[in-house]
């Protein structure tokens, strides 16, 4: 069975910083390419940042130098630090892995930006 976990979102001041891991199992995890997403009310899911199996990355305009994605195929986790958050990054962030035609989505974690 696959699943992937998110966790480590909150509530945080603008400016501040949160780290977002996601644990995944049941699957290579090694050979997937892995990426978090975000969808806030009313909008649409957007991708934030991926990275593939050689560690090469890409990013929304929008997080460029603030955010960095990474991952760990030891502990088969991913994450996505966060630093110099917005009230516009307001969102559920979700993880995705995807192989070829193989997708898989974790279930969010919230992220709330706010004074």
């Known amino acids: 069975q696959v699943q992937l976990v998110e966790s480590g979102g909150g509530l945080v001041q603008p400016g501040g910083s949160l780290r977002l891991s996601c644990a995944v199992s049941g699957i290579t995890f090694r050979l997937y390419v892995m990426g978090w997403y975000r969808q806030a009310p009313g909008k649409q899911r957007e991708l934030v940042a991926r990275?593939?199996?050689?560690?090469?990355?890409n990013y929304a305009d929008s997080v460029k130098g603030r955010f960095t994605i990474s991952r760990d195929n030891a502990k088969n986790t991913v994450y996505l630090q966060m630093n110099g958050l917005k009230p516009e990054d307001t969102a559920a962030y979700l993880c995705k892995g995807e192989l070829g035609i193989k997708d898989y989505w974790g279930q969010g974690t919230q992220v709330t930006v706010s004074s």
């Open positions: 990275i593939d199996s050689g560690g090469s990355t």
